[in-house]
C-alpha cells in the first residue's frame, strides 16, 4: 500500500476528529453511569461480531486456499 502526503495527512486529521470526539464524550458523560453502562454494553456487542467476522474470514480464507493436489 503506497500512501501518499496528502493520506498520510487525512488519516492524521480523521484520527485526530476521533481522538476529540471521545475526549469531548468523555469530558461531558464522566458522571453519567447510564452512558457508561451503554458503551460497555455496545463495545461487547462490537467485539463478539468483531470476533465472529474474524472467524467467518478466517475460515473462508483457509477454504479457498485449500487445492487439490494431483
Do not use: Q
Amino acid at each position: 500500500m503506497n500512501l501518499n502526503k496528502r493520506d498520510h495527512f487525512y488519516i492524521f486529521v480523521i484520527m485526530l476528529m476521533v481522538f476529540s470526539a471521545v475526549t469531548l464524550c468523555t469530558i461531558v458523560f464522566y458522571n453519567s453511569e447510564k452512558a457508561v453502562m451503554g458503551i460497555s454494553v455496545a463495545s461487547t456487542l462490537i467485539s463478539i461480531v468483531l470476533a465472529v467476522l474474524a472467524i467467518a474470514y478466517t475460515f473462508m480464507d483457509s477454504m479457498s486456499s485449500k487445492k487439490p493436489y494431483s
